[in-house]
């Protein structure tokens, strides 16, 4: 590395600790929000400062708080999460508001015509991006009663993404990856029409990934800042809890 390579390399570093940084990630526990076919998370205590050090165990599934899905989560033979290449997890990133359609309809399902009514307002949807889909419905974190929102009969009633939207930015954007503030890609709405998330084997058939549960998008600009999602690299895993993050413009 040549001494002005390192240059540039601190003057961008110097560049981004001047810009604010949100963080876009849950804190998560045994009594958090998460998927109802998973088991509450336990956290033990292994040794205290009386033996001599603090440290403990941890027990989730991988698909738990804040969290990343490989390709291999839903389709065979793709990428696990240790194979996803550290450049893809740093992208441009766009955030779609429809908060205020989720706050009157909990069973909105974002679509085409919505991504496309968001372009008029602010240009194209830029191909590389990250999309990420803004709800607020984090703002129900940590309430698991609030999160899942369950109907008279027992069904949840949580927004999501549309297939053909989600279609429209990756055939029709070129974009790369996606995220959400819900359990799942799809709708609640939409995985009881369809009974399967159709939406969210799309999305992992496109041999990329997609970060679940975020928060803190409503901090964020529609276009201009950057995402980092930072994972462990667990052998042969479908996903894990992940420190995602966004500095702004």
């Not at 849950?26 to 998973?38: E, I, L, Q, R």
């Not at 403990?56 to 990343?68: D, R």
């Not at 991504?115 to 698991?144: C, M, N, Y």
């Not at 997609?210 to 800042?225: F, H, R, S, Y």
Request: overall charge negative; proline content about 5%; glycine content about 6%.
């Amino acid at each position: 590395m040549t001494t002005q390579t390192q240059t540039d390399l601190l003057a961008a570093l110097t560049t981004l600790k001047t810009k604010e940084w949100v963080d876009l990630t849950h804190t998560f526990g045994p009594d958090s929000p998460h998927f109802f076919m998973f088991e509450d998370a336990e956290f033990k205590t292994l040794f205290n400062h009386d033996d001599g050090f603090f440290a403990q165990q941890f027990s989730f599934a991988g698909q738990y708080g804040t969290h990343i899905d490989a390709p291999i989560h839903f389709v065979r033979n793709t990428r696990y999460l240790e194979e996803l290449e550290l450049k893809e997890l740093v992208l441009p990133l766009i955030v779609v508001d429809k908060s205020k359609n989720a706050e009157t309809d909990h069973d909105f399902t974002c679509s085409k015509d919505d991504l496309l009514e968001f372009e008029k307002e602010h240009g194209t949807i830029e191909s590389g991006s990250f999309v990420a889909l803004r709800t607020d419905w984090s703002k129900r974190w940590p309430d698991p009663e609030k999160f899942c929102n369950q109907d008279a009969d027992g069904n949840n009633r949580i927004p999501g993404w549309g297939l053909d939207a989600l279609q429209f930015l990756f055939e029709e954007r070129g974009i790369k990856a996606i995220g959400h503030e819900t359990f799942d890609t799809d709708s609640a709405a939409d995985f009881r029409k369809n009974g399967a998330l159709h939406g969210e084997y799309y999305v992992l058939e496109q041999n990329t990934y997609q970060i679940e549960l975020l928060t803190n998008l409503d901090k964020l600009p529609a276009k201009g800042a950057v995402i980092f999602n930072i994972v462990p690299k667990p052998e042969k895993a479908s996903g894990f809890p992940v420190r995602s993050f966004a500095i702004l413009p």
